[in-house]
């Protein structure tokens, strides 16, 4: 008996649910019964809470400039590593025989060839820019967007100043120093005792001066 009443109320609802037509939606409360209207509209309510909160705003993802601003889509760690591929090649147009780039060789010793001309107006240039390197090649925590701001300038700076001794002529005038004169000065010790080449002391300055 039991069987039956069940089989009986299982064809009702079934051919109940057929009657309905498929692009059918719930409007208003009379379409459903009110407990069923309610749960549609708390369903609905979560679901536009969820999507408005999830919408990106002036809100900023670590590493990552800001929207709608002058760093936008701008991922810090990427562009902090490209400035090193960018500086190397300009440099090399300078001192062709800059030693070749190798990954995870610090910056301060790739570009120590070149400090005598980079850090004539300052000495903590390469310094800072090598930091930033670094952080941006082993640090955990993403560089941040002062942290790009800082890279950003000093690269500018070695560029321009590297520019300047390339478009005047400093190293294509006969005068030239060879290759060890670059990056084995001889007569003195340029490098203080913190590793950076003092411009005062170099032996080769007279080939740089640009009148």
Not at 11 to 25: A, D, M
Not at 43 to 49: D, L, N
Not at 73 to 80: D, E
Not at 149 to 171: P, W
Request: net charge negative.
């Amino acid at each position: 008996m039991s069987a039956i009443i069940f089989l009986s109320r299982r064809h009702t609802g079934l051919k109940q649910l057929k009657t309905i037509p498929k692009p059918y939606v719930a409007v208003k409360r009379g379409d459903v019964p009110k407990g069923v209207s309610e749960l549609i509209a708390e369903e609905y309510t979560r679901a536009c809470i969820a999507a408005t909160v999830s919408r990106p705003t002036g809100r900023t993802h670590p590493g990552w400039g800001a929207p709608d601003s002058e760093y936008a889509n701008v991922h810090f760690r990427s562009a902090i590593l490209q400035t090193i591929v960018d500086l190397d090649s300009l440099a090399r147009k300078f001192l062709p025989e800059l030693p070749p780039l190798r990954p995870h060789r610090p910056m301060i010793e790739h570009l120590k060839p070149l400090s005598f001309v980079l850090l004539q107006d300052d000495s903590c240039r390469l310094k800072d820019y090598d930091e930033l390197v670094e952080q941006a090649r082993y640090d955990d925590e993403e560089p941040s967007e002062e942290d790009w701001r800082r890279c950003e300038e000093l690269v500018e700076q070695m560029k321009s100043i590297l520019t300047f001794y390339i478009n005047a002529g400093a190293t294509d005038d006969g005068r030239r120093p060879s290759k060890d004169q670059y990056l084995h000065p001889r007569d003195l010790d340029p490098y203080t005792s913190d590793g950076f080449y003092s411009a005062a002391s170099s032996p080769i300055m007279p080939y740089i001066q640009v009148t």
